[in-house]
């Protein structure tokens, strides 16, 4: 049986990891580590502890982000997972050493509200990025406002999506949208399949900007828009600006933060 406690000087103060929770994805490999890791350390109820440890992949940490977000506990993941971009390798030695020297990386969540065909307003927090999709056959038709000035009076797409610079290298990459170094201050505003304007590419903007989707003949070219698993049918508007009053904290261990990772992706073939 370990030990359940850490310490980690953060800004030239001691920080003690003292009651530690083990919270695990549904896939069989994560739940044996739990269970593993439960038994070795003091496991805590989440309720009480004051760090997670996260056991899954990538989508796991997402909702153990979204789960926690009112706690505002820091959270270490370890990839039990696929991909891991926002894990941890996975040790079962040695943890409340890394905890006790992990670094910490503040991201701000963006915050979505939707207004559906009906009138009814959905509010919802997207970590990694939020996206717009059409739903039908026909191509979305989407006018764009920055700070409310209209950039773009009208979209042919397949949709659009605001990512994070943590998000950066999820959807919005895949869409062949940039790839954000933490800290840039930026988010990025990537078009999906966009048919006009032909050769817009999407935009760079603040991470203050305020932006405004309205979606044109949303009758026929109905769209729907998603903060990352929070889905929302037949938009007509949405809002989406970064939440600077809630703050979400990632442990990593030295020199695999989630910077690093970022910089790195860029030089991926």
């Not at 850490?6 to 083990?22: I, N, Q």
């Amino acid at each position: 049986m370990g030990i359940g406690r850490g310490d980690r000087m953060e800004d030239g103060l001691a920080t003690t990891y003292r009651k530690v929770a083990f919270v695990a994805s549904r896939a069989a490999e994560a739940q044996e580590s739990c269970r593993h890791l439960g038994a070795r350390y003091v496991n805590a109820p989440p309720e009480e502890a004051d760090v997670i440890v996260a056991l899954g992949g990538d989508g796991f940490m997402l909702e153990t982000l979204h789960r926690f977000i009112d706690r505002k506990l820091p959270i270490y993941g370890m990839n039990r997972g696929t991909v891991g971009f926002l894990m941890n390798d996975y040790r079962d030695d040695g943890l409340m050493e890394r905890l006790a020297a992990a670094t910490e990386t503040i991201l701000h969540p963006l915050a979505m509200e939707a207004v559906d065909a009906v009138g009814e307003t959905t509010r919802a927090l997207a970590i990694n990025e939020v996206a717009l999709l059409r739903e039908t056959r026909q191509a979305a038709k989407i006018r764009i406002r920055i700070d409310d000035v209209v950039r773009t009076p009208e979209l042919v797409c397949d949709g659009i999506l605001v990512a994070t610079a943590a998000g950066s290298t999820a959807y919005n990459l895949s869409a062949h949208g940039p790839i954000l170094p933490l800290g840039s201050e930026l988010l990025a505003l990537t078009p999906i399949s966009a048919f006009r304007p032909r050769r817009w590419r999407g935009a760079l903007l603040p991470a203050r900007a305020r932006i405004a989707f309205e979606i044109l003949e949303a009758d026929k070219r109905s769209v729907s828009a998603t903060a990352d698993y929070t889905e929302v049918r037949e938009v007509v508007r949405v809002a989406v600006a970064e939440e600077r009053a809630i703050s979400l904290r990632l442990l990593f261990d030295p020199g695999h933060g989630l910077e690093e990772r970022i910089l790195n992706e860029q030089f991926t073939p």
